[in-house]
């Protein structure tokens, strides 16, 4: 069974920067696209940002473009999400999630095998 669990999240000014982590295990990370979507209060969860086995395809919803990067540390059985110029509308829980499949960029909650339990982000104006 493949577990996630996220770290990094927290308060921070707009404007201001934060890194979230994803560990997997129990599982064949290098083999698994990896994604992150938010939740925010009253509002169905959405993608944010997702890539592939090999890093080579990246994808990112477009309000978040040109402020948010996602990597992977295959070694590491990580992946990272690198928030910056943050604002008060990204304020949310944020999922990380591994889709099996591996090879593609997927957008949908559905498209995801595994899920890890949340880490809020709170971004203060």
């Known amino acids: 069974q493949v577990q996630l669990v996220e770290s990094g999240g927290g308060l921070v000014q707009a404007g201001g920067s934060l890194r979230l982590s994803c560990a997997a295990s129990?599982?064949?990370?290098?083999?698994?696209?990896m994604g992150w979507f938010r939740q925010a209060p009253g509002k169905e969860r959405e993608f944010v940002a997702t890539?592939?086995?090999?890093?080579?395809?990246?994808y990112y919803r477009d309000s978040v473009k040109g402020r948010f990067t996602i990597s992977r540390d295959n070694a590491k059985n990580t992946v990272y999400l690198q928030m910056n110029s943050l604002k008060p509308e990204d304020t949310a829980v944020y999922y990380c999630?591994?889709?099996?499949?591996?090879?593609?960029?997927?957008?949908?909650?559905?498209?995801?095998?595994?899920w890890g339990q949340g880490t809020q982000v709170t971004v203060s104006s």
């Open positions: 129990g599982g064949t990370f290098s083999m698994y696209a």
């Open positions: 999630a591994a889709d099996e499949t591996g090879w593609g960029t997927p957008v949908r909650p559905s498209d995801y095998d595994y």
């Open positions: 890539i592939n086995w090999s890093g080579g395809n990246i």
